[in-house]
Structures are given as structure tokens and as C-alpha cells.
């Protein structure tokens, strides 16, 4: 008998994958955590329904919304992380050998601990000396720390109950007053289809408290239409870190051609954001 656990964070559009067998199933202080081995992607994790992350295709996700803001900034060396607890993110970061601290602020520290016991893939960065968890609401730590980083990444659930507020104009102007001068920002900014006036009222924030946001997007099977956009909102141009080197370690999505291209959106998206 086949088991499919089924998403639909859109009325309109569903999608699944086949479970072999259910690892974990909590409700957590916050949410609704599952943890699930799946027959084609691996591990994956759900919060409240959707799937954040699975072993086989987090690495667009990851490796886009880490590499972009980081190769961009000269030797960046203090990066925060907003959510993120699945340590994919801090993965990448860590792998700067500028980096002195990378701060995660993730609200739900069974994120934490299921994923550092399902994801073994991640390597365990919360054992880097350089990596700093603290429990708590990202809002009151941006509040506390202006002018502080040199990139932050708000990896962060979608837009929905208590993460809603992650895509509002007030945190885009905490997470832009917590940058240090010429720092970046990359958000994950959801999908061209299915967010378009959500992705254009950001991307006019970012706007107007940066010279040079941009929207990208990569492929992750898992996602809503196949895919993820995110929003590098810095007065540093994104193209400042093409063709630069990587640090040590293995890719598995970006590279300079998926870099640069990951900038090229279709007309319908284009026009509507940029006009
Ligand atoms: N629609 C799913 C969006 C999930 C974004 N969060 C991913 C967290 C991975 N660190």
C-alpha cells in the first residue's frame, strides 16, 4: 500500500510525495512538526503541513539564499540567520573561512534538535565554535543590533500565523537597519506564480531602503511549483560576487552559470516587478 503525504498551502494546488514511514510527529510549542522518510527525496521536514526541507533537493534552497548574499560582501564576518533551525543555512555560511560568528535566531528549538538527529548530511555546524543559537523571536534581536552584520538571512517559513510578520515591512526595515555598511540581506520571497503581489510589495520596500535589490529563484522539486524565489535586498550589487571563488567544500546547485542566471526572470514576472 502507498502512503502520500500531501501539501496544499494553496486551495488550488496540491502536491505530494510517497512516505516510506513516519520518523517523528510532535506538536511542538509553535507548530506542528513532522519528520518523514519519503521514497525518492530523503528525510524530509513539515511544519504545519508543508514541507520546509527534504535530504535530496534542499540544496537549492540552501546553497541559493547562503551563496548569493555571501559572495557579494568582501570577507563578510558576522552573519545572523532568522530561523534557519534546520541548520542548513549555517552549513553554508560556515564554510567562509571570514567568517568570526554566524548567530542563528530560531524560535523552536525542536527544529533544532529533530533536524540535527534526521540530517546528518548538515554535518552538525551547531558544533563549529563560530555558531551561536539563541532561541528567541528574531524582532527584539534585530531591534538590538543595528549596523551589526555583514549578512543576514532570513530562512524562514512561509507567510502564514506567526511567521507573517517575517515578511512585513517592518522587519525588512529591522533586518535592513542590522546590516552593516555595504552588507546584504537574501529572504526566501516565495514563488512567481502563486505570490506575485506579496514578492512586488517587498520588492518595492527593499526598494526603498536599498539600492540594489533584486529577486531570484531556484529549483526545488518539493516547493510549490517546483520552486523558490528569494529577495537580495543590499546597496551592494548581487553581481559583486560573480565569478568569484567558493569557499572549500562541494556544491550541489550553485555555480557561476546557475549564479547569474538565477537572476533572469520569465516576461509575465519580470514586468511585474520591475516594469
Ligand atoms: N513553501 C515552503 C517554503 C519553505 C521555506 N523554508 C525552508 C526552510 C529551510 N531551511
Not at 241 to 249: H, N, R, S, T, V
Amino acid at each position: 500500500m502507498s502512503i502520500w503525504f500531501t501539501e496544499e498551502l494553496h486551495p488550488y494546488y496540491r502536491k505530494g510525495v510517497r512516505v516510506k514511514r513516519v520518523l517523528a510527529d510532535e506538536q511542538t510549542e509553535y507548530q506542528h512538526l513532522q519528520m518523514l522518510e519519503t521514497e525518492y527525496f530523503g528525510n524530509a521536514l513539515i511544519l504545519d503541513g508543508i514541507i520546509q526541507l527534504t535530504e535530496r533537493d534542499n540544496m537549492g534552497y540552501h546553497e541559493m539564499i547562503a551563496h548569493v548574499p555571501m559572495l557579494a560582501v568582501e570577507n563578510p564576518k558576522r552573519v545572523l540567520i532568522v530561523g534557519g533551525g534546520d541548520g542548513g543555512s549555517l552549513q553554508q555560511v560556515l564554510r567562509y573561512s571570514s567568517v568570526q560568528q554566524a548567530v542563528v535566531c530560531e524560535l523552536d528549538q525542536k527544529v533544532v534538535d529533530y533536524s540535527r538527529k534526521y540530517f546528518p548530511t548538515f554535518g552538525d555546524p551547531w558544533a563549529d565554535s563560530r555558531a551561536t543559537l539563541l532561541v528567541r523571536d528574531a524582532f527584539g534581536y534585530l531591534e538590538e543590533n543595528p549596523g551589526q552584520f555583514d549578512v543576514i538571512i532570513s530562512d524562514t517559513t512561509d507567510p502564514i500565523g506567526m511567521a507573517e510578520r517575517l515578511f512585513s515591512d517592518e522587519f525588512y526595515r529591522l533586518m535592513v537597519r542590522a546590516l552593516a555598511p555595504g552588507g546584504a540581506a537574501a529572504t526566501q520571497c516565495e514563488q512567481p506564480y502563486f505570490d506575485t503581489s506579496l514578492i512586488k510589495t517587498i520588492y518595492q520596500t527593499a526598494r526603498q531602503l536599498t539600492k540594489n535589490p533584486a529577486y531570484y529563484y531556484a529549483q526545488i522539486p518539493t516547493y510549490p511549483g517546483g520552486g523558490i524565489g528569494f529577495m537580495y535586498v543590499s546597496d551592494t550589487p548581487w553581481t559583486n560576487g560573480l565569478g568569484k571563488a567558493m569557499p572549500p567544500g562541494a556544491n550541489n546547485y550553485i555555480n557561476p552559470d546557475v549564479h547569474k542566471a538565477a537572476f533572469a526572470l520569465p516576461e509575465f514576472f519580470r514586468k511585474e516587478l520591475y516594469g
